[in-house]
């Protein structure tokens, strides 16, 4: 195993990685076929519903469970072929993990919780050093009793700095955390990976945290990566609905291109993100490309009209399809509206749906 991984190099490789719980009529196939590449020093987050296989697949890459089938490498080391001793020294050496929960031992206080790990590491940080990072330095001395939630999840990424591993793996950490500190532990998971320069796999169901958090981010679904790239890309130019649709709201509607014009319900709108050839397709639209108002061919009725901040989102109906939009101005839920269409996230194939397990039964 290497001691001095460098930047550029892949951290995690696997190939076909398959994960199958128990046999038979009961088994479930958690993982069917992951291929993923995480660069040293990169921040991939795995975003995907409940049940996707987050968690499994990064419990293998973290050395806490095996695949089935398939390689995972960690730098050179493959960790498919590693005794259940290599798998733990591997752990110890190498990984942090945290959890949602927090696994802080009641009876230690802030700073001897980290010093527990700092004892097993080899080039461990002073644990006053890592609480101070984590904002902690005051309340070393309390014991997780007398911390709140975010506080002791503070002591468990100070924890894990601490121990200094090359890789981090975030299984949902902070799920369980009001949306403020949610927004400061982001930002301070980030900051933190980036002047460590560990590699960080971060597992959430929430895309505004995967927005955030990813350099790259991979949609999970069904124990697949259904995509994969910068956030800015996986948002704006989805390659199917189910990815279109893991990154927040869309409206998708059947329209017609030509080669030249791309017609659409809600009028002709310019040919962007085509992956589908000459004929019927489904145009998928972010909602601020659906802007309220102008002179748009058809009327939408509204049913919701929700506030943001800087302008309205709305939800109108437009023969039993759902326009999910946005309004600078607040709307009357069931007043009729035209919508200016703009350039759409995706033109996929007219048989393009989110049902990956549906294909997979008549395949
Ligand atoms: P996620 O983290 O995305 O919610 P998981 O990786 O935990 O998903 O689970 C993926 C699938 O595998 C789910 O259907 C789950 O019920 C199943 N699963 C996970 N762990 C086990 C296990 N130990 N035994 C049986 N099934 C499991
Ligand atoms: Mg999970």
Redesign the pocket.
Known sequence: MQDAPSRGKLAFRTQGIT?T??AGEAA?H?LRGVDLEVPSGELIVLL??????????LNILGGLDRASKGRAQFFEAELTEMSDAELTMYRRKHVGFVFQFYNLMPSLTAFENVELVTEIADNPLDPAEALSLVGLKERMDHFPAQLSGGEQQRVAIARTLAAAPEVVLY?EPLANLDPERRRGLRALIRRLAREHGTTLVY?T?DPAEALEIGDEIAV?EE?RIIERGAPEDVYARPTSLAGARALGPITVLHGTWDGETLQTPLGDVPATNLQAGPGPCRVVWRPESLRAGGVGPVEVVVDDVVARGPDWAFVARLDGHEIRGRSADRLEVGASVRVTPGAPAAVLAPEATLATRREEATA
């Open positions: 994960k719980y128990g479930v958690a995907g519903a409940s049940g996707s296989g987050k968690s499994t697949l299984d597992v169901h999970m124990g």
